[in-house]
């Protein structure tokens, strides 16, 4: 996925961000199959690269986080997080370990 920020997010390249966005989107259709019922996929990023915008610096927008499980009957948009601390908090709580000190899970938002 690094190709999202420094292939065409630095060097400005929309048409080629588009391109990766397809092939990652065919390649995550892919991955899915293999998922088990009780496996909990989460994606997101580090920081946002919009391709279209000037220089080459990173840019500002808010960042995914895409949430998938076969288990996950009534998909739906979560609102807007303060911190990807949830990811780590919900991944802790998945898996019944102690809570991180930093961040809130979301698990039972999304079961």
Do not use: W
Request: aromatic share 8%.
């Amino acid at each position: 996925l690094v190709d999202f920020d420094a292939v065409y997010g630095h060097r400005r390249d929309p048409k080629g961000y588009g391109k990766a966005i397809k092939e990652f989107d065919n390649q995550l259709e892919e991955l899915m199959k293999y998922l088990n019922h009780d496996d909990l996929l989460m994606i997101t990023s580090d920081h946002g690269n919009d391709p279209t915008y000037k220089g080459t610096d990173h840019t500002r927008e808010q960042v995914p986080l895409l949430i998938y499980s076969k288990e996950l009957i009534k998909p739906h948009h979560l609102e807007q997080m303060d911190s990807f601390a949830v990811i780590g908090a919900t991944i802790a709580d998945n898996f019944g370990v102690p809570l991180p000190l930093v961040g809130c899970s979301i698990l039972n938002k999304i079961i």
